[in-house]
């Protein structure tokens, strides 16, 4: 028995990792020996424990949290799914979902999340619009001074009419 429990199969059990052949066989030995028995409660003791000392506090606070969102659904009004209503009437087209009918997403964020391939979408995007904008100002600085010099020569033509 002492090889047996010695093996590591006791470990394995423990940890969730023994196929279905050595949970049945360590199922046999241990309602045939006590002796295993009572090593693999010892073991799932001492695991316990281990777990116990390696676990990580939650931040202070956030049992409050979750109890004001638990609080908060219990307050709530149970309402009842409103179903969308079909009109088949005029040109067969469905009528739109009523106004009231949207959902509330609460977040602690104001920001969106994208994919980091939308990242350099978007800046390309503000790149070109940065590029576009230098053209449209020198173009209507260009068109002005077009501009200046074009009444400038109609005055010049109107002079030497005289």
Do not use: C
Request: aromatic share 12%; charged share 30%.
């Amino acid at each position: 028995m002492k090889e047996y429990i010695d093996s590591g199969i006791l470990e394995v059990f423990v940890m969730g990792a023994a196929t279905n052949e050595e949970v049945k066989e360590l199922m046999y030995m241990k309602a045939k020996y006590p002796e295993v028995d009572e090593a693999l409660k010892q073991l799932e003791t001492d695991m316990e424990k281990i777990a116990a000392n390696m676990a990580v506090a939650p931040p202070p606070g956030t049992w409050n949290k979750i109890e004001d969102e638990i609080n908060e659904l219990i307050r709530r009004e149970e309402t009842q799914p409103v179903k969308f209503k079909t009109d088949y009437g005029y040109n067969n087209r469905e009528k739109a979902a009523p106004a009231e009918q949207f959902i509330s997403i609460e977040s602690e964020s104001n920001h969106m999340r994208l994919h980091k391939s939308w990242r350099w979408v978007f800046a390309a995007v503000f790149v070109l619009g940065k590029i576009f904008l230098g053209f449209a100002i020198y173009f209507y600085l260009e068109n002005r001074q077009a501009q200046q010099q074009l009444q400038e020569l109609k005055t010049e033509i109107k002079e030497l009419k005289k």
